[in-house]
C-alpha cells in the first residue's frame, strides 16, 4: 500500500477563501529551503479554475471522486496550502498542511498498511506506515482539525507538532526574499526560498554555488497573465554581472529559432532579466490564455492515477 504522501503529492501536483499564507510559527529557525503552496489563491486564479475544471472533467473527474470516497475528502478542495522546509539533508524535510479534511476515514485508510504503528507525542499521535524497506515510509500527525504535519522520521514528525502547537523553535522572521517574492504577483499561488550558501554541501552543480547566496522563487498571476519571477542574490556583483550575461546569453540563443518558432517568439516577448547590484531578477509574464494556447497539448495528455490500495 502507498503511504500517505501519495495522496499528498497527487493533490499537490495539480496545485477566494481563507487565504492559506506563510505562517512563520510553522517553519524551523534552522530551515535552509521554504516553499510555500497557496491552494486557496490557486483555485481563485484563472489558471486554477480552468485546469481544476479540466482534471474534473471525463475520467479525472470519475477518478477523484473515487479517490474522494477512498480517503473521505476531495484534495483539490479539502487543502488550503502547505508549507515544506529543511535543512538540506535527505529525508529531512518537514510539510505542514493545512486542511479542513475529515481526518477519520483518512486513518482508517492508512490503518490497513500491515506496517501501520501509532506512537505519541505528549498528547498527540503519530501515525506511521509503509515499509521501512523500499523507502516510502512516512509518518503523518493531525495535530488539530486543520492541521497535519508530514515528515520522514518520528523526531521529524515530533518537531512539527511542537511548531505548529507554538512550543518549538520557530524563526523570528520569515527571510525577506521570501516576503519579497510574496508580492510579485497579486495572486502568488507557489512561493520558495532557498539559502544557497547554507545548502553548499548538498548541491551538485558549482556554478550555483560559486555565483548564488540565495535564491526565491514565485509563480503566481496578476491581471489575468501568468507571473514566473525568479530573485538571485549573487556572492558580489561580478559574480550577479556574470549571471546576467549567462541569462542574456541563453535568451540569444533561443532568439536565433524564434522565426521558425512563434512559440519561441511568445515566450520571450514576456521575459525579462534586469541587475541591480548583486542582484539578478528574472521575470516571465504571458496571457493566461496565450499560455494555455503554448500548453494545450500537454493539457491534452492529463491523467491521474489512484493510489494503489
Known sequence: MKTLFSMVALAMSVAAVQAA????????????????????????????????????????????????ELIGFDPLSAIHGATMFG?????????????????????????????????EHGKHEIHGAGDRGDGKRGYVSFVNATTAVLAASRELAAE???????????????????????????????????????????????????MAKRVAFVMGESDEKFILSISVDALDADAAENMENMVNGLIGFARLSQDENPEVKDILKGLK????????SIR??????????????????????????
Open 273 to 280: 532579466v534586469t541587475r541591480n547590484e548583486a542582484t539578478v
Open 284 to 309: 516571465f509574464s504571458i496571457g493566461v490564455d496565450k499560455l494555455f494556447e503554448l500548453i494545450d497539448p500537454a493539457l491534452k495528455e492529463i491523467d491521474i492515477d489512484l493510489p494503489e490500495p
Open 21 to 68: 499564507k506563510i505562517d512563520k510559527a510553522n517553519i524551523s529557525n534552522d530551515a535552509k529551503f521554504v516553499v510555500h503552496l497557496d491552494l486557496d489563491a490557486f483555485r481563485a486564479s484563472k489558471i486554477g479554475i480552468t485546469l481544476l475544471e479540466k482534471i474534473r472533467k471525463d475520467e479525472g473527474g470519475e477518478k477523484l471522486n473515487a479517490l474522494a
Open 87 to 119: 535543512n538540506g539533508e535527505e529525508d529531512n524535510g518537514i510539510l505542514v498542511v493545512k486542511h479542513k479534511a475529515d481526518n477519520t476515514k483518512l486513518l482508517a485508510f492508512m490503518k490497513l498498511d500491515e506496517h501501520y504503528r501509532k506512537t
Open 160 to 210: 512539527g507538532i511542537d511548531l505548529v502547537n507554538g512550543k518549538g523553535a520557530a524563526v523570528k522572521q520569515i527571510p525577506t526574499s521570501l516576503v519579497s517574492a510574496d508580492k510579485k504577483a497579486k495572486n502568488a499561488f507557489l512561493v520558495a526560498y532557498a539559502n544557497v550558501e547554507d545548502l553548499k554541501e548538498h548541491i551538485d552543480n558549482e556554478t550555483v554555488n560559486q
